[in-house]
């Protein structure tokens, strides 16, 4: 696809089993009569996409995408237009998927899967909610390896859960390592307390970042030392097994988002300027929007010029490609500074180990560019 400007396509797929303890996502655990009207809906929008722009990555999150029948979220796939290379990803929870649905996903054209593992722990996956077992994980990752998908995953992993001691952590990263197939992506994310969860409402379950910071390095080690390379700040990939459809969100690309609480994004070349927009939160709206014609768009933001390369900046500077050492002007005489960034390419620095513990500190420093 060299040459050719990339887009995505993000589909939300709502529904869950149950929810999890730390999760402010919009997904439902009670909606399921709504499936077959919903997937309608995103049926209705992936049509309207424009057939002279296919997707360059399609990228299928919820909500629990594997919890729907296969051939309903395929029927999706189907009517998106997309590129003959499009990377095309599914989000799947280990308890819901088996080789049967894995292989209808394989025939229909998704090449890369992301399971949503958070601890191989059985009381750390208490702790937060999840209902499946390590031995899920087990069973669905041999299934995706014999359905076609080895070298092709991603495991989600969560730091910080309560209880989890550093050997339980220790224990959870050799254990993803040691899957086979071994997966070719790990992200690992700190847990987050977010407003109106369970977890918000028992300090006692809070996680601590110093803790969290110390079990990010060992995980950095670990993944390290098996030939996964950190490329933004919670993803580490095998060299070619980075995920486009989240690079192009890094690097400020357009896509358009199908489903209830989906975001697009689009660019003006000429002004500079973009247009950033979401989708009514609820899935029965979503669906009666787009059914009487409508995009179930909820509201919509502009950002000019200035705007975007603040952000650019920003999102960029959690990448290893990190940003023009012209946003951080003299920062190899700045103490604090020269340990949390160093060069990357000729005119680029990049945050170091300790840097990305503490991005936020590097963050208030940059400085856009006027041109």
């Known amino acids: 696809?060299?040459?050719?400007?990339?887009?995505?396509?993000?589909?939300?797929?709502?529904?869950?089993?149950?929810?999890?303890?730390?999760?402010?996502?919009?997904?439902?655990?009670?909606?399921?009569?709504?499936?077959?009207?919903?997937?309608?809906?995103?049926?209705?929008?992936?049509?309207?996409?424009?057939?002279?722009?296919p997707a360059t990555s399609v990228f299928f999150g919820g909500g629990t995408p594997s919890l729907i029948d296969a051939d309903l979220l395929c029927s999706i796939l189907e009517s998106i237009p997309t590129h003959p290379?499009?990377?095309?990803?599914?989000?799947?929870?280990?308890?819901?998927?088996?080789?049967?649905?894995?292989?209808?996903y394989k025939a229909?054209?998704?090449?890369?899967?992301?399971?949503?593992?958070?601890?191989?722990?059985p009381h750390v996956?208490?702790?937060?909610?999840?209902?499946?077992?390590?031995?899920?994980?087990?069973?669905?990752?041999?299934?995706?390896?014999?359905?076609?998908?080895?070298?092709?995953?991603?495991?989600?992993?969560?730091?910080g859960g309560a209880g989890e001691s550093v050997s339980d952590w220790v224990r959870t990263?050799?254990?993803?390592?040691?899957?086979?197939?071994?997966p070719s992506h790990v992200s690992a994310y700190s847990l987050t307390v977010e407003a109106g969860t369970p977890l918000a409402r028992d300090p006692s379950r809070h996680p601590d970042p110093d803790d969290q910071a110390d079990k990010y390095l060992l995980a950095d080690d670990l993944l390290s030392a098996c030939g996964l390379n950190w490329y933004?700040?919670?993803n580490w990939a095998l060299p070619g097994a980075e995920c486009r459809h989240n690079q192009l969100y890094w690097s400020g690309g357009e896509y358009s988002g199908i489903g209830c609480a989906a975001h697009s994004h689009s660019v003006d070349p000429g002004l500079g300027t973009s247009r950033r927009w979401w989708n009514v939160r609820t899935p029965e709206r979503y669906a009666a929007l787009v059914a009487s014609g409508g995009d179930g768009e909820a509201a919509g933001e502009t950002l000019d010029l200035s705007q975007r390369r603040a952000e650019?900046?920003?999102?960029?500077l959690r990448t290893s490609g990190g940003v023009p050492d012209a946003s951080l002007p003299g920062w190899r005489d700045d103490p604090v500074l020269a340990r949390l960034v160093e060069p990357a390419s000729p005119g680029r620095v990049s945050l170091t180990r300790e840097g990305r513990l503490l991005a936020n500190e590097v963050a208030v420093r940059l400085v856009a560019p006027d041109s």
């Open 1 to 53: 696809m060299a040459g050719e400007a990339p887009f995505g396509v993000y589909v939300h797929i709502p529904f869950c089993a149950s929810r999890c303890d730390y999760c402010a996502f919009a997904t439902w655990t009670d909606k399921d009569h709504l499936v077959g009207g919903y997937v309608a809906a995103c049926r209705t929008a992936a049509g309207r996409l424009r057939e002279d722009r």
């Open 173 to 182: 990263v050799e254990a993803v390592l040691g899957l086979d197939p071994p």
């Open 232 to 234: 933004e700040i919670s």
């Open 125 to 159: 996956l208490a702790s937060l909610g999840r209902r499946h077992e390590p031995g899920s994980v087990r069973n669905a990752v041999a299934a995706a390896g014999e359905a076609g998908f080895a070298g092709a995953f991603n495991v989600d992993l969560i730091i």
């Open 108 to 121: 229909a054209g998704v090449n890369r899967l992301s399971f949503g593992v958070q601890s191989m722990s």
């Open 312 to 316: 650019g900046l920003l999102l960029a």
């Open 85 to 104: 290379h499009a990377e095309v990803t599914v989000e799947c929870n280990p308890e819901t998927v088996d080789l049967a649905k894995l292989a209808a």
